[in-house]
Every structure is written in structure tokens, then in C-alpha cells.
């Protein structure tokens, strides 16, 4: 009986699963992750200088992970099935992250509450703004993206955020929108949205906790910076 033919590239492969098996991503550079991703949809194609290649057309793992489908395809040997496996890999990756959250204490638990947001908009070419809806225990109730702006600068009408926040029948929010730019400083325009956040908020019975601005490996915070005070147990905010 005629032997199946081994694919040269198949105890490289293998040799990759088996590493990620027995430590995780540990000691992998952002090249084998992709390659590794980019098995997953092609089962006899030896993968690695595509994934070479769209790191450097995309120049990290997080644009390799934020680019569209047809960007991805545009990659010499990237097709349909590869771009649909990393886009569905990212997909699954921000729900996790989401529903982590869910029926949590968003105070306590700022780590889960951070990685979330970095992982989900920070590499976003254009303005994402977020919001966070807690319960009057300050646990997530959900997140939504409230909108999708420019390269310089999303729309956002506190009318239409108060207006999620009762549908969702939320007590408390966090604001969270990144910076295309990798500059995390606030804009005037983003000190003076957040202050008529906090003040329709406030007239609503809706407290503000914090408003996060994401940046390249950085974030403001401004509950950390003083802009948000927070009074007493409950959180009788007010920005300055």
C-alpha cells in the first residue's frame, strides 16, 4: 500500500503546534503566532513567509490582527479561508475578554476592565468610543461601541449615550475611545465631551467613574489625572 506523501513543511508545523502545546506563546515571535494561525487554514501549504510577509506589510501582530479581510488577501498567499481564521480568531478574542467582565465589579477589577479596552480598540485606525454600562453595584452589565469616528475624531452626542444607559438600565458608566495617533493626551475637544458626559449623567441619576483615552502601550485616565473626583462610597462624581 502506497504510503501518504509528506508535505515537507509538516514537522516545522508540527514542532510549532507541540511548542504552543507545552508552553503557550511563550518564547514564539510575532511571525511563528501568525504562521501558526495561518495552519489553521491551510492544511498543506508550508505558511511562514506569508506570515512574514504580512508582518511586515502590517508591521506588528496587532495590525496583522486588525486589518480587514480584503487587506489580508492582498498578502501573496493569504486568501479567503486565512483571512477569515484571523479575523474570527480576533473576534472570539475581544468576546472572552468581554464577557470576563460581565457580572463583575468594573472598580475592582481595572486589570480585566484595561485589557479589555487595549485589546479591543488600540489598534484602531480610526476613533472608537466605548462605553461601559455597570449596575448600582458597579458590575458590567455590557459594553458597547457607541461610535466609529475619523482618523481624528469620533461623534459623540450625550443625548443619544444617556439614552443607551436607560435602555440598558445602567446606574454607572465608563467612557473609554483610543487615539489612532498612539498619543494618549487629551484633546480640548475630549475634556470638554467629558464634561458634558458627566454633567447629562448627573442630571439623569447617572453616575461617571472614569473616562479612559487608549494610546500606543499607554492610556489617560481622567479619574487618575483629577478631572473625574469621586466623593464618598458612592461615587458622587463631578468633573473639574
Known amino acids: 500500500m502506497e504510503k501518504k506523501k509528506r508535505h515537507k513543511g509538516d514537522g516545522h508545523r508540527q514542532r510549532l503546534r507541540e511548542r504552543f502545546l507545552n508552553a503557550g506563546l511563550d518564547g514564539f515571535q510575532d511571525y511563528e503566532v501568525i504562521e501558526l494561525l495561518l495552519t489553521l487554514g491551510t492544511p498543506r501549504k ?6 512574514k510577509a504580512a508582518l511586515h506589510r502590517f508591521k506588528t501582530l496587532q495590525g496583522v490582527m486588525e486589518a480587514s479581510s480584503h487587506e489580508l488577501c492582498q498578502v501573496d498567499g493569504i486568501g479567503p479561508n486565512n483571512s477569515f481564521g484571523l479575523k474570527l480568531i480576533k473576534a472570539v478574542s475581544d468576546r472572552y475578554l468581554e464577557k470576563k467582565l460581565i457580572n463583575k465589579s468594573a472598580l475592582n477589577n481595572s486589570k480585566e476592565l484595561f485589557d479589555y479596552l487595549y485589546h479591543s480598540i488600540r489598534d484602531k485606525t480610526r476613533e472608537h468610543f466605548k462605553i461601559i454600562f455597570l449596575d448600582s453595584k458597579n458590575r458590567v452589565i455590557s459594553t458597547e461601541t457607541h461610535s466609529k469616528g475619523t482618523l481624528t475624531a469620533s461623534s459623540v452626542y450625550p443625548r443619544e449615550v444617556v439614552d443607551s444607559a436607560l435602555r440598558h438600565k445602567a446606574a454607572a458608566l465608563i467612557f473609554a475611545h483610543n487615539h489612532p495617533s498612539g498619543d494618549p493626551k487629551p484633546s480640548p475637544e475630549d475634556i470638554a465631551i467629558t464634561r458634558q458626559l458627566v454633567f447629562s449623567g448627573k442630571v439623569m441619576g ?35
Open 46 to 51: 508550508d505558511c511562514k513567509v506569508m506570515a
Open 206 to 240: 447617572i453616575t461617571v467613574h472614569e473616562h479612559i483615552i487608549i494610546g500606543d502601550n499607554c492610556y489617560y485616565s481622567f479619574a487618575d489625572q483629577g478631572h473625574i473626583v469621586r466623593m464618598g462610597r458612592e461615587f458622587d462624581t463631578q468633573i473639574i
